[in-house]
């Protein structure tokens, strides 16, 4: 059973920067077979997702508003997944969750079967 801690989140102007942590504990972890995504949720709007990383090859992925300012990345002797944010925009607002599945990274159903954090919430300043 895998699960997820999502930190690192908070209050910043636009143009600023987080990096939000994703610690994760049991064996599937590490499993060739899983992904880690960030999803985001904000009122009103249906969840996105905005990065992924394959663990089998690393691969990355990224939402197309994002890229070139998000990052992901991984510590494996921490089971952490990193997402650095920068130059961050209101529009980034949201509660970012740590997701953990097999499928294909943004699949329709990514995560319906997979592992959810508790989210940590990030809100940029206009």
């Known amino acids: 059973q895998v699960q997820l801690v999502e930190s690192g989140g908070g209050l910043v102007d636009s143009g600023g920067s987080l990096r939000l942590s994703c610690s994760a504990s049991?064996?599937?972890?590490?499993?060739?077979?899983?992904?880690v995504a960030w999803f985001r949720q904000a009122p009103g709007k249906e969840r996105e997702g905005v990065s992924c990383?394959?663990?089998?090859?690393?691969?990355?992925y990224h939402a197309d508003s994002v890229k070139g300012r998000f990052a992901i990345s991984r510590d494996n002797a921490k089971s952490t997944v990193y997402l650095q944010l920068d130059s961050l925009k209101p529009e980034d607002t949201g509660r970012y969750y740590c997701?953990?599945?097999?499928?294909?990274?943004?699949?329709?159903?990514?995560?319906?079967?997979?592992?959810w954090g508790q989210g940590t919430q990030v809100t940029v300043s206009s």
């Open positions: 049991g064996a599937g972890f590490d499993s060739a077979k899983y992904k």
């Open positions: 997701i953990v599945d097999d499928l294909p990274c943004f699949d329709a159903e990514y995560g319906l079967a997979g592992w």
């Open positions: 990383i394959r663990l089998n090859d690393g691969r990355t």
